[in-house]
């Protein structure tokens, strides 16, 4: 992956699962790493992992997605040698709860509407002007199965991937005439933290989510991304679904 190396990848949800799985392939292709979460100490664990893992260079920050002023502030105040961002990959997200919308608790909306659809529009708004002055850019979002199909108590996560499916062919559409690009990465049932944190820590609800499956690891998911990012720069991939061989 020639074409990456020296290319500064800016990852949200950098700390676990797919986005660590991601940000270890971009490191393997000589990119240098932009890394958020809002849990410093474990992007700051990563820190050597990465640089083992061939990054050119690592740069880490807390950021929480959800706080609009705090992305805007923190984007604008990156170091100089920081700040011009080649690939976004909006990856930080969660699912909460697992219930019919007329019992569930509003709280799991306003988190997962938070961070999946309103924390991925600030982090573009902040980071896609500098790729369209510079002329040159690539964001891929992290959709999911869930924004096409939607499953029996998770009306309201499905949602937030079906804004996600809505927003990422909105801003092509919005790109048009400018050599930015825009991917959707579309994935089926990965094994990640993703279910414990749907269960608030519950390990035993969490690993009954992938019984009698094959789960997609989160490295199948980052070989992806890594792909999608390597294709020649008039070469646009839309989208990507990837499912578990045991997923309809
Ligand atoms: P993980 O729980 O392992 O990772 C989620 C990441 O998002 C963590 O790094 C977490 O970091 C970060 N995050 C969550 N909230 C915020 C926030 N407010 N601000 C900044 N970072 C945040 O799960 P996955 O790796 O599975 O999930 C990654 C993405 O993949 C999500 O968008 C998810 O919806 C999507 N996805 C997952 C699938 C699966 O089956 N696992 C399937 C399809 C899509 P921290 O807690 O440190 O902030």
Known sequence: MKNLAGKIVLITGASSGIG???????????????????????????????IEAG????????????????????????????????????????????????????????????????GLLYVTRAVVPGMVERQRGHVINMGSTAGYMTYANGAVYCASKAAEKAISEGLKIDLMGTPVRVTSVDPGMVETDF??????????????VYQNITPLQPEDIADAIVWAASRPSHVNIHNIVLTTIDQA
């Open 20 to 50: 660590e799985a991601t940000a270890k392939a971009f490191a393997a292709a000589g990119a240098r790493l932009l890394l958020c979460a809002r849990r410093l100490d474990k992007l700051a664990a990563l820190h050597p992992v990465f």
């Open 55 to 118: 990054a050119a260079a690592v740069h880490e920050f807390a950021l929480d997605v959800t706080d609009r002023k705090a992305v805007e502030s923190t984007l604008a105040a990156l170091p100089t040698e920081w700040s011009e961002i080649d690939v976004l990959v909006n990856n930080a997200g969660l699912s909460r709860g697992f219930g019919k919308v007329y019992e569930d608790d509003p709280d799991n909306w306003e988190e997962m509407i938070d961070t999946n659809v309103k």
């Open 195 to 208: 279910s414990k944190v749907r269960f608030r820590g519950d390990e035993e609800r969490a690993a009954k």
